[in-house]
Nanobody, 124 residues
């Protein structure tokens, strides 16, 4: 069974940066996918970044693509967002799927494994 453990959330001032880490267990990012989503109450879960092929193939949401970096190494998926904005706040979830295929990578329904989430609060 795949397990995911997020860390790195916290409170940050706008303009700062934050790195979130997702430690994966019993999972390899070969033809599988891993992704980061964020969620705020009353809003749908938003895909932030998705990756496959060891991290060589990635897709970033438009809202972060000029400010974010994704790295997968030694079983850990790391998302760094710079120039943080208050709208980057939310609960960030790591997700993974062992169903191969690069389709709908930023759709929550694509993933069957989820972490517990880590809270990010960006203050203005």
């Amino acid at each position: 069974q795949v397990k995911l453990a997020e860390s790195g959330g916290g409170a940050v001032q706008a303009g700062g940066s934050l790195t979130l880490s997702c430690r994966t267990f019993r999972f390899q990012l070969t033809s599988n996918l891993v992704a980061w989503f964020r969620h705020n109450p009353g809003k749908p879960r938003e895909g932030v970044v998705a990756a496959t092929d060891g991290g060589k193939t990635t897709l970033m949401a438009d809202s972060v693509k000029d400010r974010a970096t994704f790295l997968y190494s030694s079983g850990t998926a790391r998302l760094t967002i710079r120039s943080l904005k208050p709208e980057d706040s939310g609960t960030y979830y790591c997700a993974a799927t062992t169903v191969a295929g690069w389709y709908d990578p930023l759709s929550p329904g694509r993933y069957e494994w989820w972490g517990q989430g880590t809270q990010v609060t960006v203050s203005s």
